[in-house]
């Protein structure tokens, strides 16, 4: 079975400076998605950045950054000129790229404060 | 595009009532709804699968009959809670999947349950 691991509970950064939050996981698969979510205080689940193991280029979304590396199994999430409003808690989901509909598998998340 | 809607927001509940909790696909047809309970300060625990149609595939340990799931159309899944206790307050959240495989999935802004 698939599992997702995020060791830092919680992370701070002051504003406008650089943060960067750790994801490894487990699979035996070779394809899959991998995935970081954010879940602010409203509690709503916004998709971050997604990233495409076939592909070696590093998914980009504005201030959102991934380095994934394959071979380590490892996908941190960088956030750049950090803002209030990314304070929240962070989740690293992992999905199967099989036939059918499978769920996302989430690690236990990073609470990430911002400090003006 | 690819919302779900969740209602209700938030609800409370005396012990031993049933309480209904819906999501529906605004723009999309979900063929599959995934379910999510979520604690405090921690990461979301799939419940169940449902699949339109067809009966809902229950995690180990979650009791099939407190949570009663149906997906009786392609843009509408429900999940009862009968006989409601305390220990069933949570957050419940629904998710189906968007686009194509490597899209993630879209989720309900959730449910907070309160069993008094």
């Known amino acids: 079975a698939q599992t997702v691991t995020q060791s830092q509970p919680e992370m701070s950064v002051q504003e406008a400076e650089t943060v960067t939050l750790s994801c490894t996981y487990d699979?035996?698969?070779?394809?899959?998605?991998l995935f970081w979510y954010k879940q602010p205080p409203s509690r709503q689940m916004i998709l971050v950045i997604r990233?495409?193991?076939?592909?070696?280029q590093n998914a980009t979304e504005n201030r959102f950054s991934v380095n994934f590396q394959k071979a380590a199994k490892s996908f941190s999430l960088k956030i750049s000129d950090s803002q209030l409003g990314d304070a929240a808690m962070y989740f690293c989901?992992?999905?199967?790229?099989?036939?059918?509909?499978?769920?996302?598998?989430f690690g236990k998340g990073t609470r990430l404060s911002v400090i003006a | 595009g690819a919302v779900v809607s969740q209602h209700p927001s938030w609800v409370i509940c005396k012990s031993g009532t049933s309480v209904k909790i819906e999501c529906r696909s605004l723009?999309?047809?979900?063929?599959?709804m995934f379910w999510y309970r979520q604690f405090p300060k921690q990461s979301l625990m799939l419940m169940a699968t449902?699949?339109?149609?067809?009966?809902?595939?229950?995690e180990q340990g979650v009791e099939k009959d407190k949570f009663l799931i149906n997906h009786a159309s392609l843009t509408l899944s429900t999940l009862t809670v009968t006989s409601a206790h305390p220990e069933d307050s949570s957050f419940y959240i629904c998710?189906?999947?968007?686009?194509?495989?490597?899209?993630?999935?879209?989720f309900g802004s959730g449910t907070r349950l309160t069993v008094v």
């Open positions: 989901a992992y999905r199967r790229t099989n036939s059918g509909n499978t769920p996302l598998v």
């Open positions: 699979t035996s698969e070779s394809d899959y998605y």
């Open positions: 449902s699949n339109e149609g067809s009966k809902a595939t229950y």
């Open positions: 723009d999309f047809q979900a063929t599959t």
């Open positions: 998710s189906a999947p968007r686009g194509g495989v490597g899209y993630g999935y879209t």
């Open positions: 990233q495409e193991a076939y592909k070696q």
